[in-house]
């Protein structure tokens, strides 16, 4: 663990966590379109006999989907702002105070704009 995080590895670790947050955003688009509330409704016959409440649960989880995607695109533009600063000199001091992120953090979350402390006094990335 000897070497240094450089900007050119956070610029790559970067590009693989939009391409992850991309699939993750493609799958659940896919698993979303596949839920079709109305054919759940109507599909009943396949042994289950609770009848009404599938379709319920199909909105259930398309609404739970829905605000995953949500999600997921939130955080890409957080990644696209942590790109935008991996451009400039400050990349790995805090957003906030100024202070050095530090490495770990930075590898093990490259879009995370915050050191611990702040990170600590905030809710997400
Ligand atoms: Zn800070």
């Known amino acids: 663990m000897a070497s240094s995080l450089t900007v050119a590895q ?13 699939t993750n955003i493609a799958n659940l688009q896919v698993a979303y379109d596949e839920l079709d509330p109305e054919e759940a409704a109507s599909d009943v016959g396949a042994g289950e006999d609770e009848g009404g409440s599938e379709g319920d ?10 605000a995953r995607i949500g999600e997921e695109q939130a955080f890409l533009e957080v990644i696209d702002a942590a790109a ?11 957003t906030k105070c100024g202070e050095p992120i530090g490495d770990a953090r930075l590898e093990a ?3 995370t704009e915050l050191c611990v402390t702040c990170k600590a006094n905030r809710g997400n990335w």
């Open 57 to 66: 649960l199909t909105r259930f989880e398309r609404d739970r989907i829905r």
């Open 84 to 94: 935008e600063r991996a451009q400039g000199r400050g990349w790995k001091q805090c």
């Open 109 to 111: 979350l490259p879009a």
């Open 10 to 22: 956070h610029r790559s670790n970067l590009a693989q966590l939009r391409a992850e947050t991309e």
